[in-house]
């Protein structure tokens, strides 16, 4: 059983900062990439930001210079350091991890519980 499991979100003024973490756990073959997604109120779920294995990143067009996507291999741990956060990154953000798990060696999509970012005055 692989899980992944979020923290960091909350309510932040424009203009601050928040972290987020993303540790997956379980029996866990390879992760070939971890990344975050988010979802507004009435909006669909858009890609924010993901990382590769062998290290690359790529962001969506409207976070890139205020986002880093980091991840730590050894922990199975993804992170997205959110700066200069606008009130319209308010949304509810999700990490998910491409992963091949052992139970069954197949490689699929997993993704955690969700943690709402808020930023307003």
């Known amino acids: 059983q692989v899980q992944l499991v979020e923290s960091g979100g909350g309510l932040v003024q424009p203009g601050g900062s928040l972290r987020l973490s993303c540790a997956a756990s379980?029996?866990?073959?390879?992760?070939?990439?971890m990344g975050w997604y988010r979802q507004a109120p009435g909006k669909q779920r858009e890609l924010v930001a993901y990382i590769r294995s062998d290290g690359t990143t790529n962001y969506v067009d409207s976070v890139k210079g205020r986002f880093t996507v980091s991840r730590d291999n050894a922990k199975n741990t993804v992170f997205l350091q959110m700066n200069s956060l606008k009130s319209e990154d308010t949304a509810v953000y999700y990490c998910?991890?491409?992963?091949?798990?052992?139970?069954?060696?197949?490689?699929?999509?997993?993704w955690g519980q969700g943690t709402q970012v808020t930023v307003s005055s």
């Open positions: 998910y991890a491409d992963l091949r798990g052992r139970a069954n060696m197949r490689r699929s999509d997993y």
């Open positions: 379980g029996s866990i073959v390879s992760i070939y990439s």
